[in-house]
């Protein structure tokens, strides 16, 4: 059974700086994409950022120079969130593309979200 736990949430101050966790464990034939999601009140949830197995990365436009995925060997994505502003409140969602068996059928599974809040 795959599971995902999120952490690193919180309240912080325009212009700080949070990093958010998820980190998948269970029995994993492969992970092909990593991603992170958020959804603020009122919102479609919009993606943020994302990692392929090739460690090639992308971006929303408006977080682009501000926020940086990356991942571990252990199954980890981090979203290391700097220069933090209002609009970045949301609920954070990390959302991991794998496949439990070989020959690969990705598959899609969501951590359970965890809030930011910007505030002063």
């Known amino acids: 059974q795959v599971q995902l736990v999120e952490s690193g949430g919180g309240l912080v101050q325009p212009g700080g700086s949070l990093r958010l966790s998820c980190t998948v464990s269970?029995?994993?034939?492969?992970?092909?994409?990593m991603y992170w999601y958020r959804q603020a009140p009122g919102k479609q949830r919009e993606l943020v950022a994302g990692?392929?197995?090739?460690?090639?990365t992308h971006y929303a436009d408006s977080v682009k120079g501000r926020f940086t995925i990356s991942t571990n060997a252990n199954n980890t994505v981090y979203l290391q969130m700097n220069s933090l502003k209002f609009e970045d409140t949301a609920v954070y969602y990390c959302?991991?593309?794998?496949?439990?068996?070989?020959?690969?059928?990705?598959?899609?599974?969501w951590g359970q979200g965890t809030q930011v809040t910007v505030s002063s």
């Open positions: 269970g029995s994993i034939f492969a992970v092909h994409a």
């Open positions: 959302n991991i593309h794998l496949s439990i068996y070989n020959p690969p059928i990705p598959d899609e599974y």
């Open positions: 990692i392929n197995s090739d460690a090639t």
